[in-house]
């Protein structure tokens, strides 16, 4: 499985950005989507995640700014970002489930900048 990441950027504190991404390849079993982020000198944390059948959840910091949400005809997961803050600033990568038989296999994207200015 292949991923593929956009929507990053630069958006003022109050802003939003809708972060996308696709996955390609063997797409068939997967389950779990979603999207982690890593600030500078920090560990990767877990955003929000969404099952196939659209449970999602979320951090807590998300505070109900954030929706996560997948189109499984697209295999594609997106994430919606409002009322951003600078502390929001961070690598975002998005992560995916895959079961290939009874092996669960994951994957990571190769991550998109989103910066926040106050």
């Known amino acids: 499985v292949q991923l593929q990441a956009s929507g990053g950027g630069l958006v003022q504190a109050g802003g939003s950005l809708r972060l996308s991404c696709a996955a390609s390849?063997?797409?068939?079993?997967?389950?779990?989507m979603g999207w982690y982020r890593q600030a500078p000198g920090k560990q990767r944390e877990l955003v929000a995640t969404?099952?196939?059948?659209?449970?999602?959840n979320y951090a807590d910091f998300v505070q109900g700014r954030f929706t996560v949400s997948r189109d499984n005809a697209k295999n594609t997961v997106y994430l919606q970002m409002n009322r951003m803050k600078p502390e929001d600033t961070a690598v975002y990568y998005c992560?995916?489930?895959?079961?290939?038989?009874?092996?669960?296999?994951?994957?990571w994207g190769q991550g998109t900048q989103v910066t926040v200015s106050s």
């Open positions: 969404i099952t196939g059948g659209g449970r999602t």
């Open positions: 992560n995916v489930d895959r079961w290939y038989g009874s092996r669960r296999e994951n994957f």
């Open positions: 390849g063997s797409t068939f079993g997967i389950t779990n």
